[in-house]
């Protein structure tokens, strides 16, 4: 069972910097498409950004485009998403997602991914 355990989150100002990681804990995940999904209380899960196995492929929600960048190291088995120029809309639960399939089997959407990771928690402040 791939088991995905993110961290990074925490409380930033307007127009700060973080950067998440999230670790598998096997190296198998090396071959999967990886994604990043946050979740604002009362609202959906919304897709952020992924990526493929070798990294020659993203995609990005637009909200994002410019101010996300996601990454992966695959000799550490983690995937990155640098967040620059945050804005309090921002403020959710961000996820980490894996999955066999690249294309995403439906998009970007919460379906084309089999495993999770619980969730780091990212507050924008004004």
């Known amino acids: 069972q791939v088991q995905l355990v993110e961290s990074g989150g925490g409380l930033v100002q307007a127009g700060g910097s973080l950067r998440l990681s999230c670790v598998a804990s096997e190296r198998t995940v090396n071959t999967y498409a990886m994604g990043w999904f946050r979740q604002a209380p009362g609202k959906e899960r919304e897709f952020v950004a992924a990526?493929?196995?070798?990294?020659?492929?993203?995609a990005y929600a637009d909200s994002v485009k410019g101010r996300f960048t996601i990454s992966r190291d695959n000799a550490k088995n983690t995937v990155y998403l640098q967040m620059n120029s945050l804005k309090p809309e921002d403020t959710a639960v961000y996820y980490c997602?894996?999955?066999?399939?690249?294309?995403?089997?439906?998009?970007?959407?919460?379906?084309?991914?089999?495993?999770w990771g619980q969730g780091t928690q990212v507050t924008v402040s004004s």
């Open positions: 997602a894996a999955d066999r399939s690249w294309p995403l089997r439906v998009g970007p959407h919460p379906k084309s991914f089999d495993y």
């Open positions: 990526i493929n196995w070798s990294s020659r492929s993203t």
